[in-house]
Nanobody, 120 residues
């Protein structure tokens, strides 16, 4: 069984920084794209950033220049460095990945989510 486990959320003041991590584990053959989504109260889940298996990143306009997505393929881990945080970045952040599982084929599991709160 393949699982994604996020960590690194918390409470931070406006203008502050946080780093999220998401590690994939289980029967993994390979991982294609890895991504971060977020969902604020009363809003739909939205894509924040995505990175290909070759390291090419893409960002939502709202986070460009402030967030950086990266990955460590040897560790099956994706990171999200968040700087200059704003109150509107407050949300639950979810990790998602396109994983070639040894026994289930291509699957798109989600992590359990980690809360990020930006408030003074």
């Amino acid at each position: 069984q393949v699982q994604l486990q996020e960590s690194g959320g918390g409470l931070v003041q406006p203008g502050g920084s946080l780093r999220l991590s998401c590690a994939a584990s289980g029967s993994i053959f390979s991982i294609n794209d890895m991504a971060w989504y977020r969902q604020a109260p009363g809003k739909q889940r939205e894509l924040v950033a995505i990175i290909s298996n070759t390291g090419a990143p893409h960002y939502a306009e709202s986070v460009k220049g402030r967030f950086t997505i990266s990955r460590d393929n040897a560790k099956n881990t994706v990171y999200l460095e968040m700087n200059s945080l704003k109150p509107e970045d407050t949300a639950i952040y979810y990790c998602n990945a396109a994983i070639n599982s040894r026994y289930q084929g291509l699957i798109y599991p989600w992590g359990q989510g980690t809360q990020v709160t930006v408030s003074s």
